[in-house]
């Protein structure tokens, strides 16, 4: 059985940093595309960072040279480190395996 368990949300004031967190197990994070969406009130889903398995990485426009996404082998665990951060990155971030299987999410507000 496929999981993947988001963590490391939380409230943070405008300019501060978070590190999200996805643990998977049922599959190897390795060898599969991974990626973080997030969701705000009122908007679509949106992919937010990708990682492919050759290690080619993307990033929305709205999060490039802020946000770095990363991965553990060891520990199959994909992170999202989260810095300068805005207002309106507040929103519900998910965590996603191979454009198929869907953490639960974890809120992060930004807010003074």
């Known amino acids: 059985q496929v999981q993947l368990v988001e963590s490391g949300g939380g409230l943070v004031q405008p300019g501060g940093s978070l590190r999200l967190s996805c643990a998977v197990s049922?599959?190897?994070?390795?060898?599969?595309?991974m990626a973080w969406y997030r969701q705000a009130p009122g908007n679509q889903r949106e992919e937010v960072a990708l990682i492919s398995p050759s290690e080619r990485i993307n990033y929305a426009d709205s999060v490039k040279g802020r946000f770095t996404i990363s991965r553990d082998n060891a520990k199959n665990t994909v992170y999202l480190q989260m810095n300068s951060l805005k207002p309106e990155d507040t929103a519900v971030y998910y965590c996603?395996?191979?454009?198929?299987?869907w953490g639960k999410g974890t809120l992060v507000t930004v807010s003074s």
């Open positions: 049922g599959i190897t994070a390795r060898i599969q595309s």
């Open positions: 996603n395996a191979a454009q198929y299987y």
